[in-house]
């Protein structure tokens, strides 16, 4: 049972591009939604986290969207670096903290 | 480093054979949890412990997976007679109270790369 859907699974960007990853949830329980940054071997990080009760947070060049009618949430990285090159994962989570993981995004920023 | 511990790193097994893992998770977070990542997938939840108690399992976590949490600091995660199936990275992942009564924030350690032969 996917309770969160990611897309794209892979994503390529030009240096000072905006990449845009997306993400639709089913469980209406869930309020709080974060998005991690993985790289390879490494332990996924927290990036920037949202919940339901604003339509949009903004750290740096991180911005997360939140449509809470539409079921839908996404990220917007802007003037992407190749640093940024990683796997994104959004995820949601209840009361309870356990987190439901999209199935990740390959970014590649080229430069 | 304050941050979230795990060992080893990487583990190689023969199937059939008992691993376990340790998580040490950032001082005075009471909330830990046990995820696994499989190539090209993201992290499933399998458990989480408040303090030394196991709140949740998942249906994930089958009888030879155990895990326990004993003086509510560091906690252990058993494989008893592996399987090729079992080849993962094991995530752990520590979180605490925040002002608003949430514990949503989960920080993760690097994992632990299970390989069984």
């Known amino acids: 049972q996917q309770q969160v859907k990611q897309s794209p699974q892979s994503l390529i960007v030009q240096k000072g591009g905006i990449s845009i990853i997306n993400c639709a949830y089913e469980n209406t329980a869930f309020d709080y939604f974060p998005w991690y940054q993985q790289f390879p071997g490494k332990g996924p990080a927290l990036l920037i986290a949202i919940r339901p009760d604003v339509s949009e947070k903004k750290e740096g060049r991180f911005t997360i969207s939140f449509n809470k009618s539409a079921k839908q949430f996404s990220l917007h990285i802007m003037d992407s670096q190749p640093g940024d090159s990683a796997t994104y994962f959004c995820?949601?989570?209840?009361?309870?903290?356990?987190?439901?993981f999209g199935q990740g995004t390959i970014l590649t920023v080229h430069p | 480093d304050t941050g979230v511990s795990q060992d080893p790193r990487h583990k190689i097994t023969k199937r059939g054979q008992n691993v376990t893992f340790r998580c040490d998770p950032i001082s005075e977070h009471n909330r830990l949890y046990w995820y696994r990542q499989t190539l090209g997938q993201g992290p499933e939840f399998l458990t989480y412990f408040q303090n030394e108690a196991q709140l949740e399992k998942s249906r994930l976590l089958s009888d030879r997976f155990s895990a326990e949490r004993p003086k509510g600091s560091f906690s252990t995660l058993e494989i008893q007679r592996t399987e090729q199936g079992d080849s993962a990275m094991y995530l752990c992942?520590?979180?605490?109270?925040?002002?608003?009564?949430?514990?949503?924030?989960?920080?993760f350690g690097p994992g632990t790369r299970l390989t069984v032969l």
């Open positions: 992942a520590s979180s605490f109270r925040g002002l608003a009564g949430h514990y949503n924030e989960q920080f």
């Open positions: 995820a949601a989570s209840g009361s309870y903290g356990k987190l439901t």
